[in-house]
C-alpha cells in the first residue's frame, strides 16, 4: 500500500497543465466571441446612424458625415468620456481607447487597439442604395501576454444597409 502514496499527486500535477489550458482555452473563446459581437453591433450601429442619420439643427435632411459614422462606431466600442466603460476586451499592455480611421490600407493608430471604421457612401447617395460599414478589430489574447508575447487575430465585422427615405 505504501507505494500507492502519492500517486494522486503525481497524477494531478500531469493533469494540472492541460486542465488549464482548458479552462484559459474557454475563456479565451469566450472573450473573442464577445469582441467579435461587438464590432458586428457597432458595425450595424454605424450602418443604421448613415442610412437614416440626420445633422442636428440642420434645415433639411442631411446626413451624417464620414467622421459623424466613424465617431459612432468609435463610440459604440467604448466610451469616450468614461474609458472604464468600455464595451471592447483586450489585454494589450496600451490602454488607449480604439482608434478609428476611414483610410482602407490599415495603418496602424496604436498597436493592439485599432478600430478601422470604412463606410461607403455620402450626402450624394439616394434612395436604396447600399451603405457599407466595415469596423476591424485586433484582439490581443489572454494567455500569450501573460508569458509575455501576445499575438493578435484581426477580427472584422461589415454591415450593409439600404438607405431610406426622410421622414
Not at 482555452?25 to 464590432?39: H, K, P
Not at 478609428?100 to 457612401?121: A, F, K, N, Q, Y
Amino acid at each position: 500500500m505504501k507505494r500507492q502514496s502519492g500517486a494522486s499527486a503525481v497524477e494531478f500535477a500531469i493533469l494540472l497543465p492541460f486542465l488549464v489550458l482548458l479552462v484559459f482555452g474557454i475563456i479565451e473563446f469566450g472573450l473573442l466571441l464577445y469582441n467579435q459581437q461587438v464590432i458586428t453591433n457597432a458595425s450595424r450601429e454605424g450602418a443604421r446612424a448613415a442610412i437614416v442619420g440626420h445633422c442636428p439643427g440642420a434645415v433639411g435632411i442631411t446626413r451624417k458625415t464620414d467622421a459623424e459614422i466613424r465617431q459612432i462606431v468609435t463610440d459604440y466600442c467604448i466610451n469616450p468620456n468614461d474609458t472604464t466603460k468600455k464595451r471592447l476586451i483586450t489585454f494589450s499592455n496600451t490602454n488607449n481607447p480604439p482608434a478609428t480611421t476611414i483610410d482602407p490600407s490599415r495603418t496602424d493608430c496604436t498597436p493592439g487597439h485599432e478600430v478601422l471604421g470604412v463606410w461607403t457612401g455620402g450626402s450624394g447617395m439616394t434612395v436604396g442604395d447600399d451603405v457599407t460599414v466595415t469596423v476591424t478589430y485586433s484582439y490581443t489574447f489572454l494567455l500569450p501576454t501573460i508569458l509575455g508575447f501576445g499575438p493578435t487575430k484581426l477580427l472584422t465585422a461589415k454591415t450593409v444597409m439600404k438607405m431610406e427615405s426622410a421622414p
